[in-house]
């Protein structure tokens, strides 16, 4: 089943790859080929602005635009072993990862934080599909794990956005361990009745897809992101016939009663603050942009046990 | 007798020993038993070399060969009073996934597996033991009666993967394997797993997130087929030895990462030329695991288990 080549679409490819020359200044719309002035796509989301096409976002991106005034603090990650199968394709798999590493910024595909939403507090994650397509992997378990963790431990809900190939290959059968460990986690929040939302965004599929993207207490996507198990090609490959038009598209999965919502990447805070505020019994939230919240008054204290995650010492401010 | 592709050598010298056993019944007086004999001994001896070194690839083809013994044997084999539960109450009965009431050893439980079939009418029927959304659900509802009522349960694992197809999909195969292997999570009582032959990826997690993990010698269990890896990560198909080595799927080498509990020894040759004496050993494994989680509280089941997935991940394999 081939789950990541299928949706690494070369088109998202070249976007990323784009966005690492800072002279290029100009994004054309892989959709309806609308050339985007690369401030006024930032300023969008990076949804087309002709279009409504939503293309990739990195996890610090969508936190500086979910949570108020942009500020958060990163939740740390246990760190999992670099290479624990010793595996090597056409490359080493440490390799790679120092690739992606290096391209992203990032140390693993999924970014864990906590902060204020509509002074709403909660604890998100992101799943970067710029890092290896978003692979599954130890550190994206141990991310949710330790988000979960976090979660419990300051009774927020639960907010993830999920984006993903599918599985870990280089990591084997350590990669499919991520879906009970997963699993286990989205049940810590559900034992300590914390809301858990997934948000699904493109694409999201494999492994990831069935496990803890699918077991959200509210399940909302983004427009036309792909959602699967298989993928489509595998699919046609097995059936022998073209699917449909719009297959295993957002719309398509909450036609199926597969979702509970399909929700504008713009309009996607309003309903997160929305929904949780409701679910926690909370009064109805101010709208629209806020200011930072100001500086935590509780510093927050040191966790109990060694192994919950640590708060970041210091802020990642964005504006 | 089915010979594989590296079984060859092997195939001459029993064909040789049976073609002289076969000339000796038409002509009266011939007595090439002496020859016969040693020609068996030669066959045995090669047999034994064959199987003591094989290759990940060539334990794919093992466990994947027609005449292996399928959930169906053990359940006939080990289990007494076998009372079949069909349906997802939703939808259909998913011919892949056999499960229902039994007898272990006189002690009731709940039995399910995949069953591939042994023919070309029974492998149809049963989908060649790749599941739909509705043997996931069945499997669901299985482990909720065997919670309720306090039944051990006992997984028989063998699937290439859930099944890739638009209706599995339209239904839901993602959210189904989410559930069933949050489902096995959440159950008081003993849940011991058996790797049979193939456990193809998150349709193999759904049942097998278990207390205590078992795999036969010669078994696999993998994030993605080999082919379907070497097509993703070599761009070749035909690399799937270079994939099959690469991604640590043989039982002997998940024992070493702490994935799976205990490896049951096969006879000489595989299962498949002594399924008696294979189904006999399996029988012995699941005996002495059962006897071991017996009497512990429902509690205590539920944290060991979810405990033993956390920790997971942090053994690699040495160098």
Not at chain 1, 36 to 55: I, S, Y
Not at chain 1, 159 to 170: E, K
Not at chain 2, 120 to 139: C, D, L, V, W
């Amino acid at each position: 089943m081939n789950w990541i080549s299928n949706y690494v679409r070369p088109k998202i490819n070249s976007l990323f790859s784009r966005r690492e020359v800072p002279e290029n200044l100009w994004t054309k719309c892989p959709e309806c080929g609308t050339m985007l002035f690369h401030r006024e796509l930032a300023d969008n989301l990076n949804v087309c602005t002709t279009c409504d096409h939503h293309m990739a976002i990195t996890p610090r991106a969508r936190f500086a635009a979910l949570f108020d005034g942009g500020v958060f603090h990163e939740i740390a990650v246990t760190e999992p072993l670099p290479d624990p199968l010793q595996f090597r394709d056409q490359k080493r798999y440490p390799d790679r990862l120092r690739a992606a590493q290096r391209e992203t910024g990032e140390k693993g595909a999924m970014l864990v934080a906590e902060g204020e939403m509509g002074r709403t507090p909660i604890v998100a994650a992101a799943q970067d599909f710029s890092f290896m397509a978003g692979s599954m992997g130890m550190q994206v378990g141990n991310a949710i794990i330790a988000g979960a963790q976090r979660a419990v431990k300051l009774k927020r809900p639960f907010v993830l956005f999920s984006a993903a190939g599918g599985a870990r290959m280089q990591e084997g059968i350590l990669s499919l361990m991520q879906m009970p460990r997963s699993t286990i986690a989205v049940q810590m929040l559900k034992e300590a009745g914390l809301p858990y939302i997934v948000v699904l965004t493109h694409p999201t599929t494999g492994g990831v897809t069935a496990s803890y993207a699918m077991l959200g207490d509210v399940q909302i996507a983004e427009p036309n992101a792909l959602i699967c198990f298989a993928g489509p090609r595998v699919i046609e490959q097995t059936i022998r016939e073209k699917l449909p038009e719009g297959f295993q598209r957002a719309e398509y999965l909450l036609d199926h009663g597969m979702l509970d919502r399909v929700t504008h990447r713009k309009a996607m805070k309003d309903e997160l603050v929305t929904i949780l505020r409701m679910l926690t019994g909370q009064p109805p939230a101010v709208k629209g942009e806020l200011p930072s919240p100001p500086e935590p008054a509780e510093p927050d204290a040191a966790p109990e046990q060694s192994s919950a995650p640590e708060p970041a010492p210091k802020g990642d401010a964005k504006a | 007798m089915n010979y594989l592709e590296f079984e060859k050598p092997l195939a001459e010298i029993e064909g040789k020993a049976e073609e002289l056993r076969a000339m000796a019944r038409t002509n009266d007086g011939m007595d090439v038993e002496k020859e016969a004999a040693a020609l068996d001994k030669k066959a045995a001896a090669l047999l034994s070399e064959i199987y003591k070194g094989l290759t990940p690839w060539q334990k794919c083809q093992v466990a994947r060969h027609p005449e292996r013994p399928h959930c169906r044997d053990y359940i006939e084999a080990l289990f007494t009073e076998f009372t079949p539960l069909a349906g997802d109450r939703n939808f259909a009965d998913d011919h892949a996934v056999m499960g229902g009431l039994a007898r272990f050893d006189d002690m009731p439980v709940v039995v399910i597996g995949h069953e591939k079939g042994n023919d070309t009418k029974s492998r149809i029927e049963r989908n060649f033991g790749m599941a739909r959304p509705e043997g996931y659900r069945k499997a669901i509802r299985l482990m909720d009666l065997a919670h309720r009522f306090g039944l051990p349960v006992v997984t028989l694992v063998d699937t290439p993967g859930a099944y890739p197809g638009k209706g599995a999909e339209e239904r839901g195969q993602s959210e189904a394997i989410a559930r069933s292997t949050a489902k096995c999570l959440e159950i008081g009582v003993p849940l011991v797993s058996v790797v049979i032959g193939e456990g193809g990826s998150g349709g193999a997690v759904a049942f097998a997130t278990a207390n205590k993990v078992l795999m036969l010698e010669h078994s696999i269990y993998s994030v993605i087929s080999p082919e379907g890896c070497a097509s993703i990560l070599w761009k070749d198909a035909e690399k799937m030895r270079e994939a099959a080595e690469a991604l640590r799927l043989t039982a002997q080498d998940l024992l070493k990462l702490g994935v799976i509990d205990q490896v049951i020894a096969e006879p000489k040759g595989g299962a498949q030329r002594d399924p008696q004496a294979a189904i006999a050993a399996v029988g012995k494994a699941i005996g002495g695991v059962l006897k071991d989680l017996k009497g512990k509280k429902p509690e205590k089941l539920v944290k060991d288990r979810r405990q033993k997935y956390l920790d997971m991940g942090s053994k690699g394999l040495a160098a």
